[in-house]
């Protein structure tokens, strides 16, 4: 499945976005879902994730900040980012994956979609 991400932009600190993730194919079967970031200069990391039965988690830097949710019909996955803060400046990428059996961990899949730019001014 393709992914592509949108919803980025502009706003400053204290307001919100909401990102979208637009599949391809269907998404109802996909084991897990993932949003991650990518600052300028710094590795990417996991955002927020949501199984097929839409548990979900979050990095400790968002959570009670952002939620992500899932719209079966539509194929689509949401990130609504409220408080955003300057240091949420980054690239964010959706991805398929799924959790490990024994480390519970989300493993990426492939391929990675094209992210959508968000850049929160102080």
């Known amino acids: 499945v393709q992914l592509q991400a949108s919803g980025g932009g502009l706003v400053q600190a204290g307001g919100s976005l909401r990102l979208s993730c637009a599949a391809s194919g269907s998404i109802a079967s996909i084991a897990a879902m993932g949003w991650y970031r990518q600052a300028p200069g710094k590795q990417r990391e996991l955002v927020a994730t949501?199984?097929?039965?839409?548990?979900?988690r979050y990095a400790d830097f968002v959570k009670g900040r952002f939620t992500i949710s899932r719209d079966n019909a539509k194929n689509t996955v949401y990130l609504q980012m409220n408080s955003l803060k300057p240091e949420d400046t980054a690239v964010y990428y959706c991805?398929?994956?799924?959790?490990?059996?024994?480390?519970?961990?989300?493993?990426?899949?492939?391929?990675w979609g094209q992210g959508t730019l968000v850049t929160v001014s102080s």
């Open positions: 949501i199984t097929r039965d839409s548990s979900t």
């Open positions: 991805n398929a994956g799924h959790f490990g059996y024994y480390s519970n961990s989300y493993v990426p899949g492939d391929p």
